[in-house]
């Protein structure tokens, strides 16, 4: 069974670092382009960035310079490594492969940005 999971999530601080992580099981991700969503409270999910095949990235501009994202295909897992985190980054963050067959997405994993 073909599954996503995230894990990493927490409380952190303004300003600290977190390392989020999603794990596929049930298949490989060499073939997929990958994706990362944020869905802030009362908020619509909304994309935070990607990744290609070949490791090519794009993250939006509001996370620019703070946030990267890497994949280890060997690991068959995704990275979205933040950094200088602020309040608004406060949201639930998932993991997302767009398929034709149906997107493949994982449960999320909490982000909370407080002092």
């Known amino acids: 069974q073909a599954q996503l999971m995230e894990s990493g999530g927490g409380l952190v601080q303004p300003g600290g670092s977190l390392r989020l992580s999603c794990a596929a099981s049930?298949?490989?991700?060499?073939?997929?382009?990958m994706l990362w969503y944020r869905q802030a409270p009362g908020q619509e999910r909304e994309l935070v960035g990607s990744?290609?095949?070949?490791?090519?990235?794009h993250v939006v501009d509001s996370v620019k310079g703070r946030f990267t994202i890497s994949r280890d295909d060997a690991e068959n897992t995704m990275y979205l490594w933040m950094n200088n985190l602020k309040p608004e980054d406060t949201a639930v963050y998932f993991c997302?492969?767009?398929?034709?067959?149906?997107?493949?997405w994982g449960q999320g994993t909490q982000v909370i940005v407080s002092s």
């Open positions: 997302n492969i767009p398929r034709s067959a149906g997107d493949y």
């Open positions: 049930g298949f490989s991700i060499n073939r997929y382009v």
């Open positions: 990744i290609s095949k070949s490791g090519q990235t």
